[in-house]
């Protein structure tokens, strides 16, 4: 049996790299950021935790247990050591999150803002400085040249229901050739800025789940992830009519959108979720196209 057991050793290394960056941050990190920062900085100096991260990629059950002793390692450090790291478990949205910080537990501060290596990041991103709300807009705008909207928009920042139903951008077109009991097509997308197996794979899902109220549906990955799991998702992608498009996740004001497939118009959601999705997310904001 594969244990994640992580050795003391390792633990102290993981340890002290993390206080070590909390200490010269004024804001609060989460878990996830550190999750993938030591994953690129650790893993270089420490072999056995550059194992477990391999494994990570090819098993997303093992990533679950491995990343629970990995917070357990910072919780037990935090007793043994008289850490100042402060800590809170949080709610935002449909998720909840760790947080950390140094200084205590004191009121916990707004998120950081973490400078490594001359990049900057937020914090709730990615790890690698790139958010995925950064390339909400841009990804809008490259759908309105493509010409698959009218208007599109970004919808990220919004909470519904859960993250099923709440895609990341919606583009919008008048078509009464549809029919129905509304005129209007929508296109909905779904923006992944880890190269994680698990996380691409949970973004197919939803861009699958967006298909209940939407025309056309899109999957939006970096352009680095693996390229063997890239052409799976092709393939997947191809057989549900979902558009798969790469992009350069390291420069958000560049991000050279590139289409993979095409996303299809076969069948029709439900003109009731179509409606209320218009509603919910669009006309609320009063956008020009009605």
């Keep these: 049996m594969t244990t994640t057991k992580i050795s003391e050793a390792t633990k102290k290394i993981i340890c002290e790299s993390i206080e070590d960056v909390l200490r010269k941050n004024t804001g609060s990190i989460n878990m996830r950021w550190l999750w993938v920062r030591r994953k690129t900085y650790i893993t270089k100096e420490c072999p056995e935790l550059a194992e477990h991260y391999k494994k990570c990629g090819k098993d997303r059950n093992y990533e679950k247990a491995f990343l629970k002793e ?37 009121k916990m501060p707004p998120p950081a803002m973490v400078v490594v290596d ?101 999957l939006v990955v970096p352009a680095d992830s693996d390229e063997d799991a890239l052409q799976r998702l092709k393939e997947l992608c191809e057989q549900h009519d979902i558009g798969l498009v790469v992009f350069d996740r390291q420069h958000p004001d560049n991000p050279a959108f590139t289409l993979r497939c095409s996303a299809k118009l076969r069948g029709k959601p439900n003109p009731s979720y179509v409606n209320d999705t218009i509603k919910e997310l669009l006309k609320k904001d009063g956008y020009d196209i009605f």
């Design 118 to 218: 001359g990049k900057k990041g937020d914090g709730d991103g990615d790890g690698n400085g790139n958010g995925e709300k950064k390339f909400y807009i841009p990804f809008a705008k490259w759908l309105e040249k493509q010409k698959e909207c009218t208007k599109a928009v970004s919808t990220g920042y919004k909470v519904r229901g859960t993250r099923w139903s709440s895609p990341d951008v919606v583009g919008i077109k008048k078509s009464p050739g549809l029919g129905g009991t509304t005129n209007y097509e929508l296109t909905s997308v779904e923006i992944k800025t880890s190269v994680n197996t698990g996380e691409l794979i949970v973004g197919f899902g939803q861009a699958c789940a967006y298909k209940l109220f939407s025309h056309k549906s899109y």
């Design 70 to 106: 990995f917070q357990n390692a910072i919780f037990e450090w935090q007793h043994k050591h008289s850490s100042k790291v402060g800590y809170k478990l949080i709610r935002k949205g449909n998720s909840t999150q760790h947080h950390f910080w140094y200084g205590g537990e004191t």
